[in-house]
């Protein structure tokens, strides 16, 4: 390869000729001593080289250099080729026999066209130094993930982290308003080099490497300061593509890039691989050179679930009252039952895990194929949830203070929610014990459930281990006690005092006429119906003496009763209150002591609830008669009946 000088057509192919002006090649040596100085220092390994080799001597001879009418001119060509007479300021230097490479000297300024990618005109870019923080909503960031120019270890999915990198200028400045983004590619073995440019994509909302929004913080505001060693040009904050115009010139020095910070989140980056990150023209050109490419490797933790054991004294930190031994499923749990439950999680994978929160879920299917619920949490607890979190004798992410389980070294923390936060970490191969507070609210009667845990910070479904079983409980079967019984004469119930005494299966009301008599039974309701239960009571037949003569009814009724009284024109009237004061719909008719109804001979509802009732509930039912002088003497007798209906 060679390089020859030419002038007026002729061939000077060992020596430089013409007449040069003094002025002219001052000019010219200062310019090209400055040139050589700044790429030597910067990146001489990167431009000189392929300068230089066509700078040398090639097989065609040293080159020539000759002044002509229209100024200098440099030949790049090979062979006996003549090269192309242009401006004295004009060079065509020639580094490859397939490809031309052009330098253009003017005001002491560069610019190298290779091929058809033209580069940035004068200013060189090289993407220098880099390091990676721990996110916070501040747009200074505190704790470094690694060391300076290091790899990221273990970016679980879901994490977020920052990252500085710091982008140093050659050649020339880099002028404020310029506009750049930030891509990524998969490492795949090798280098982040040797990856092909058309690898990498933006970080973008809908891909695996994502931006994150730091409320407290402005998009694209200028950093305060510096955090690596090599940056002087405070640069801007981004949370996502393309960066704000560059508010600060980036000077030339070694130590004077420009620094960007970067939010960006692991939006499902495939586990176990590397990722290399780039800076890059808005455009998406390339800088010139990337002396470091930031490096960060995907992290998927492997937690499971081993043994665990459930415990009825939920009143003691260290409950102590097991339901049943270790992996076996207790029996018969009752409604509204509080128990705690000590699982051991064992992380599989040997990372560390910060900041972990474990929650359960329940389904009636033992590998959660479908129906899978959460615990509901304590404020939402309702007479209808199955399963809710329960307040023990600890605190919500207190830690436990002795470990319970065969299987377990590390203790873990209390859970009383599924979704507050923790800053507990989960430490690496570790057996970690966990207890939850649960309490059965409205589960099925004579079912089995079975429990998991998620870590709910990363959204990590825990799987029983190999060889384990879920932990499981199994509810009582269908259970309904009705009971009913006598109330003492004197008692005072539902705005009355009774004036006589019952027992379950007789309300005797002697009483002169005229008169009244006021009696009372207590009706008890013992169910694990998960949707309650309702009573209604019947009569059947009115209340009649033998010779055919009846009491008369009351003026209200079931739908709609009224205040106690004997009808005009009748001479008696026998009637019933109910103690429950809201029925099915929410109706409260009878909320109000005086409200009393006729007894009917169809079914008419005297009580509901719409849950299990496990800790008993009653209600007392008030009868009463009233007569007047014009009611004949007698016996008077009538049957009462009374049916339950629990829903399961």
Same mark, same amino acid.
Request: hydrophobic residues 40%; negative net charge.
């Given at each position: 390869m060679g390089i020859r000088f030419f002038k007026d057509g002729?061939?000077?192919?060992?020596?430089?000729?013409? *007449?040069?002006?003094?002025?002219?090649?001052?000019? #010219?040596?200062?310019?090209?001593? +400055?040139?050589?100085?700044?790429? #030597?220092?910067?990146?001489?390994?990167?431009?000189?080289?392929?300068?230089?080799?066509?700078?040398a001597a090639g097989p065609n001879g040293p080159s020539a250099m000759s002044s002509g009418p229209n100024g200098w001119r440099l030949d790049g060509g090979f062979g006996d080729e003549a090269g192309e007479e242009i401006d004295s300021a004009n060079f065509k230097i020639a580094t490859d026999p397939e490809q031309t490479v052009r330098g253009r000297a003017a005001s002491a300024s560069y610019q190298i066209i290779s091929g058809s990618a033209l580069l940035p005109p004068a200013t060189k870019l090289a993407e220098r130094t880099y390091r990676f923080y721990e996110n916070i909503d501040a747009i200074t960031p505190l704790v470094p993930r690694a060391a300076?120019?290091?790899p990221l270890q273990n970016v679980f999915t879901g994490a977020i982290v920052r990252l500085r990198i710091a982008v140093?200028?050659?050649?020339?400045?880099?002028?404020?308003? /310029?506009?750049?983004k930030l891509q990524f590619a998969p490492k795949n073995g090798g280098t982040c080099a040797a990856i092909p440019s058309g690898n990498f994509v933006d970080v973008s909302d809908s891909a695996i490497w994502r931006g994150f929004d730091n409320p407290s913080v402005a998009d694209g505001a200028q950093l305060p300061g510096a955090l690596l060693s090599t940056s002087a040009a405070r640069e801007t904050y981004e949370e996502q593509n393309n960066t704000a115009p560059t508010p600060a010139v980036i000077p030339l020095g070694l130590r004077c890039a420009g620094e960007w910070d970067w939010v960006i989140q692991n939006n499902g980056a495939v586990a176990?691989?590397?990722?290399?990150?780039?800076?890059?023209?808005?455009?998406? *050109?390339?800088? %010139?050179?990337?002396?470091?490419?930031? $490096?960060?490797?995907?992290?998927?933790?492997?937690?499971?679930?081993?043994?665990?054991?459930?415990?009825? %004294?939920?009143? /003691? $930190?260290?409950?102590? *009252?097991?339901?049943?031994? @270790?992996?076996?499923?207790?029996?018969?749990?009752n409604n509204e039952n509080i128990i705690k439950l000590r699982l051991g999680i064992h992380e599989a994978a040997s990372l560390t895990m910060?900041?972990?929160?474990?929650?359960?879920?329940?389904? @009636?299917?033992?590998? #959660?194929? !479908?129906d899978v619920y959460a615990v509901t949490e304590i404020s939402d607890c309702a007479a209808s949830s199955t399963f809710c979190y329960a307040d023990g004798a600890d605190r919500d992410n207190d830690p436990i203070q002795n470990r319970l389980l065969s299987d377990t070294n590390v203790s873990g923390a209390h859970n009383e929610s599924g979704i507050s936060s923790s800053t507990f970490s989960l430490p690496a191969g570790k057996f970690t014990e966990f207890e939850f507070t649960v309490k059965s609210v409205a589960p099925a009667p004579d079912t089995t459930y079975f429990f998991r845990a998620r870590e709910i910070s990363r959204n990590l479904i825990i799987p029983?281990?190999?060889? /384990?079983?879920?932990?499981?409980?199994?509810?009582?079967?269908?259970?309904? +006690? #009705?009971?009913?019984?006598?109330?003492?004469?004197?008692?005072?119930?539902?705005?009355i005092i009774t004036t006589v005494s019952t027992t379950p299966t007789a309300v005797p009301m002697n009483l002169p006429a005229p008169g009244e008599s006021v009696a009372a039974l207590r009706l008890g309701v013992e169910t694990n119906a998960a949707n309650g239960y309702q009573i209604f009571v019947f009569a059947r037949s009115p209340l009649a003496a033998a010779d055919g003569? +009846? +009491?008369?009814?009351?003026?209200?009724?079931?739908?709609?009763?009224?205040?106690?009284?004997?009808?005009? !024109? $009748?001479?008696?009237?026998? !009637?019933?209150?109910?103690? %429950? %004061? &809201?029925?099915?719909?929410?109706? &409260?008719r009878f909320a109000p002591d005086d409200t009393y109804a006729r007894f009917a001979s169809r079914p008419e509802e005297i009580a509901y609830k719409g849950a299990p009732a496990m800790s008993g509930e009653y209600l007392d039912f008030i009868f009463r008669l009233g007569t007047t002088a014009g009611q004949p003497a007698g016996e008077y007798g009538s049957a009462i009946g009374y049916i339950i209906v629990p829903t399961f």
């Amino acid at each position: 390869m060679g390089i020859r000088f030419f002038k007026d057509g002729k061939n000077f192919p060992h020596s430089l000729r013409g *007449a040069i002006s003094s002025r002219a090649l001052l000019i #010219f040596a200062i310019s090209f001593f +400055i040139f050589i100085i700044i790429l #030597f220092g910067i990146f001489s390994w990167y431009l000189l080289s392929p300068v230089s080799a066509a700078m040398a001597a090639g097989p065609n001879g040293p080159s020539a250099m000759s002044s002509g009418p229209n100024g200098w001119r440099l030949d790049g060509g090979f062979g006996d080729e003549a090269g192309e007479e242009i401006d004295s300021a004009n060079f065509k230097i020639a580094t490859d026999p397939e490809q031309t490479v052009r330098g253009r000297a003017a005001s002491a300024s560069y610019q190298i066209i290779s091929g058809s990618a033209l580069l940035p005109p004068a200013t060189k870019l090289a993407e220098r130094t880099y390091r990676f923080y721990e996110n916070i909503d501040a747009i200074t960031p505190l704790v470094p993930r690694a060391a300076e120019n290091e790899p990221l270890q273990n970016v679980f999915t879901g994490a977020i982290v920052r990252l500085r990198i710091a982008v140093m200028a050659a050649i020339f400045p880099l002028p404020q308003g /310029k506009i750049f983004k930030l891509q990524f590619a998969p490492k795949n073995g090798g280098t982040c080099a040797a990856i092909p440019s058309g690898n990498f994509v933006d970080v973008s909302d809908s891909a695996i490497w994502r931006g994150f929004d730091n409320p407290s913080v402005a998009d694209g505001a200028q950093l305060p300061g510096a955090l690596l060693s090599t940056s002087a040009a405070r640069e801007t904050y981004e949370e996502q593509n393309n960066t704000a115009p560059t508010p600060a010139v980036i000077p030339l020095g070694l130590r004077c890039a420009g620094e960007w910070d970067w939010v960006i989140q692991n939006n499902g980056a495939v586990a176990g691989q590397n990722y290399c990150f780039r800076m890059v023209w808005a455009s998406g *050109a390339p800088l %010139d050179i990337y002396l470091v490419y930031p $490096e960060a490797r995907a992290a998927a933790p492997r937690l499971e679930s081993t043994n665990w054991r459930w415990y009825d %004294d939920e009143e /003691k $930190e260290t409950p102590t *009252a097991a339901l049943a031994g @270790e992996n076996i499923t207790p029996q018969n749990l009752n409604n509204e039952n509080i128990i705690k439950l000590r699982l051991g999680i064992h992380e599989a994978a040997s990372l560390t895990m910060p900041n972990t929160k474990i929650a359960l879920e329940y389904s @009636e299917i033992s590998d #959660f194929s !479908g129906d899978v619920y959460a615990v509901t949490e304590i404020s939402d607890c309702a007479a209808s949830s199955t399963f809710c979190y329960a307040d023990g004798a600890d605190r919500d992410n207190d830690p436990i203070q002795n470990r319970l389980l065969s299987d377990t070294n590390v203790s873990g923390a209390h859970n009383e929610s599924g979704i507050s936060s923790s800053t507990f970490s989960l430490p690496a191969g570790k057996f970690t014990e966990f207890e939850f507070t649960v309490k059965s609210v409205a589960p099925a009667p004579d079912t089995t459930y079975f429990f998991r845990a998620r870590e709910i910070s990363r959204n990590l479904i825990i799987p029983a281990a190999a060889g /384990k079983n879920p932990p499981s409980v199994t509810t009582r079967g269908t259970k309904l +006690i #009705f009971t009913i019984s006598g109330v003492a004469a004197g008692m005072a119930t539902e705005g009355i005092i009774t004036t006589v005494s019952t027992t379950p299966t007789a309300v005797p009301m002697n009483l002169p006429a005229p008169g009244e008599s006021v009696a009372a039974l207590r009706l008890g309701v013992e169910t694990n119906a998960a949707n309650g239960y309702q009573i209604f009571v019947f009569a059947r037949s009115p209340l009649a003496a033998a010779d055919g003569s +009846i +009491i008369g009814d009351t003026r209200g009724t079931n739908e709609a009763p009224a205040g106690w009284g004997i009808p005009a !024109g $009748e001479a008696s009237a026998f !009637g019933y209150h109910s103690g %429950d %004061d &809201v029925l099915s719909g929410g109706s &409260v008719r009878f909320a109000p002591d005086d409200t009393y109804a006729r007894f009917a001979s169809r079914p008419e509802e005297i009580a509901y609830k719409g849950a299990p009732a496990m800790s008993g509930e009653y209600l007392d039912f008030i009868f009463r008669l009233g007569t007047t002088a014009g009611q004949p003497a007698g016996e008077y007798g009538s049957a009462i009946g009374y049916i339950i209906v629990p829903t399961f």
